[in-house]
């Protein structure tokens, strides 16, 4: 009996040793990935977050949360970016607030994913644009417009709901999978509609407070209670581009690019970047717009992966998770990307989910291993490249997400 309980502790000794020598080399990695885009310039800062399954892995800030003026200058004393700085989230609003809250509304049975979209708004109970159910929106699979510059054309929430109304459908539905801001918007419009609420005083009430996410917030500026927020990009120069470069592959022949003239110049703290939630409704967008901290976004990932589970109490049901995390035709589930040819989550284990955010933010969860990376770059802020993009992160949280992998399942 004794030899045994012997061999049982060498052995859990053994493992523990194995386990914490991998994490050292996995932070060693990450360290040395991270820090070497910011120290050539690349980025100006990045915060990491990676977790297994109840157990903080790693999270660690680098670089700056504002480096550079607008002319591209390094400021004289570039601010530290922490964990406990807000990022504009940009896309990652789609997962964070929106889709959870269609999760919530399903639910609650107040809606239903299936449900035809002209069910609540009438301007799409048309001929063309009946087939269009709430699952489409969350797929992108509606045929709406992949990207519109609401702004040249509405001036507020309802303008903008309007205009996305009138717009004809650019696919057919269901045919195919196009990215489109604009089925958030109106998943947001379709929140507000049920609930009775503003888009983001629902969030609030009914996400951000219940899961204790203080520091998830639209606008944050009008808060007052914020004063750590990540700078993003000095105006907004790639899409007055988009604008204006039909190259990039959005032709508006109905719009003049001279007839507007609204963009900002400044750098962008606390506004958000996405200039149709900024311009055309009021910073609120089911699109864009939630400001968020590293250790919010990974509440919401726990909640995901603990089957709707928080502190104990049922929050979401495991069976409405379980339809918005199951892959469709398209590697997609409701909401979430669940491709695996995703550069955030390449090659990932069937099951896996993630986002991404323009501004440079990602969220990668493999729930094969238990495993959550949330990485937050501020790319934005050192500027457009000489080509007139942003710097592609991709080949970076490649790396970063194979390197958690490797350490997720022990090779």
């Not at 089925?183 to 983001?200: A, Q």
């Not at 969030?203 to 204790?212: G, H, K, R, S, Y």
């Not at 606390?270 to 250790?295: K, L, P, R």
């Not at 589970?309 to 409405?320: D, N, P, Y």
Request: with cysteine; hydrophobic share 40%; glycine share 10%.
């Amino acid at each position: 009996m004794l030899p045994r309980l012997i061999g049982t502790i060498l052995l859990f000794a053994l493992t523990t040793q194995t386990l914490i020598a991998q994490k050292h080399e996995l932070r060693q990695e990450i360290d040395q990935m991270l820090q070497a885009e910011v120290d050539s310039g690349k980025i100006p800062g990045a915060v990491i977050l990676v977790k297994n399954g109840n157990r903080l892995v790693y999270r660690h800030a680098y670089g700056y949360a504002q480096k550079c003026d607008p002319l591209g200058n390094t400021l004289p004393h570039p601010e530290k970016t922490s964990m406990r700085h807000l990022y504009d989230i940009a896309s990652l609003t789609k997962v964070i607030g929106t889709t959870t809250a269609i999760m919530l509304l399903d639910d609650q049975g107040l809606i239903h994913v299936d449900d035809p979209l002209g069910k609540y708004l009438p301007a799409f109970d048309t001929s063309a644009k009946k087939a269009i159910t709430l699952r489409h929106l969350l797929t992108h699979t509606a045929g709406l417009y992949e990207w519109y510059p609401m702004y040249y054309r509405a001036a507020d929430k309802a303008a903008c709901y309007q205009l996305i109304d009138e717009l004809p459908l650019k696919y057919p539905v269901g045919e195919r999978r196009a990215y489109s801001d604009l089925g958030f918007v109106l998943l947001g419009e379709v929140i507000e509609l049920v609930s009775g609420k503003s888009l983001d005083q629902f969030m609030a009430e009914n996400i951000f407070q219940p899961l204790d996410m203080k520091h998830t917030t639209y606008n944050p500026l009008q808060s007052g209670h914020f004063r750590k927020i990540a700078a993003t990009s000095h105006g907004n120069p790639y899409e007055t581009r988009m604008v204006n470069d039909s190259t990039l592959g959005f032709r508006f022949p109905e719009i003049d690019p001279a007839s507007w003239n609204g963009w900002r110049h400044n750098t962008l703290v606390g506004e958000v970047n996405d200039g149709n939630a900024w311009y055309a409704n009021g910073g609120i967008s089911g699109a864009a717009g939630i400001f968020s901290t590293i250790g919010d976004l990974q509440k919401l990932v726990d909640l995901l992966q603990h089957k709707g589970l928080v502190k104990g109490k049922q929050f979401l049901s495991a069976a409405t998770i379980d339809t918005f995390l199951k892959a469709d035709t398209f590697l997609n589930g409701l909401g979430w990307m669940m491709d695996p040819a995703n550069a955030f989550m390449k090659d990932a284990p069937a099951g896996s989910f993630g986002h991404t955010g323009f501004t440079g933010t990602s969220i990668a969860v493999v729930s094969a291993h238990d495993l959550s990376i949330i990485l937050l770059i501020n790319r934005q802020n050192v500027g457009l490249l000489p080509s007139g993009a942003y710097y592609n992160l991709n080949p970076v949280r490649e790396k970063v997400f194979r390197a958690v992998i490797r350490y997720g399942v022990g090779e």
